[in-house]
Structure formats: structure tokens, C-alpha cells
């Protein structure tokens, strides 16, 4: 696949996401922060190797937002990047309350291989999980991957 198609289809996900915590915020009063995030605020789209996700990433993520990869070797190829790249054992060694105060966009290259080993989803979730009314709530997880 063109890469250019994957980027497209990635930003479209997202924009349907944002536009579908827009129409839901009236319904955030009911759920709590680790639901909204879960269920309102995450992108997870499954998809094969060699299709551009890390590409996506490198072009997307900025220096307000978090990449979360595997393993140090993957955090190479985000060596110029400005966002923040931590590893599944330097995300728990993070300064939490960074974590609650928020990134604009939490990206998860190869979440399968992130969860798998080294932490379950919910307890990435719960990282970020501050009280309802928390501004991290309201941002967005993409996490792309097998």
C-alpha cells in the first residue's frame, strides 16, 4: 500500500473519533475516565507489517505527544523525533503526574507487542487515568499494529 493511503486512512479514523467524542460529550457525566478513554478516545487500528505505521507516526507525532514502542531498538527510528518515546519499562518509571496532566496524543507502535510482554492495555490505561473532569479525558490513543 502506498503509503500516502495509509497516512489518509489513519487521519480519517481520527477525525471520526473526534468527531464522535463531540457528539458523545454530553454522555461523559456517565462514564469514567478510563472508560471514556477506552471506549471515546482510542484509535486501534490492526494492520500488517510494512505498511507505514511507524512512517505515520514519525509524521504525525508532535512535541506535546507520547510514542510508546516495544523495545529500544524500535525507539531508534524515532531518534528525531520530538515527542516523547518511552519504552513499556520507561512508561513506568514516568513521572506519572506528567502522564495525568497529559500528551495531545498517545501513539502505540505495535501495541500487541507493547501489551503483550510487558503490561495489559488496562494497565496503560490506568497510567493516564486521573479523575473525571481530567483534561488528559479528552485526548486521543492511536495505537496501530498487529
Known sequence: ???????????TMV???????LLHEGNRQYMS?????RDMSTVNMTVPRQIGKTTYIIKRATCADLVVVHNQAMKDFYRGSCA????????????????Q??????YVDEPRKVFDRNMSIEEFYSMFNGDYGSPYCA??????GT
Open 101 to 106: 496532566r497529559g500528551f495531545h496524543r498517545v
Open 84 to 99: 516523547t518515546v518511552l519504552t513499556p519499562s520507561e512508561l513506568t518509571r514516568f513521572n506519572r503526574g506528567r502522564m
Open 139 to 144: 485526548n486521543m490513543f492511536v495505537l496501530l
Open 33 to 37: 475516565c478510563g472508560q471514556w478513554m
Open 15 to 21: 477525525r471520526l473519533m473526534e468527531d464522535n467524542q
Open 1 to 11: 500500500m502506498d503509503s500516502t493511503k495509509f497516512i489518509n486512512v489513519v487521519d
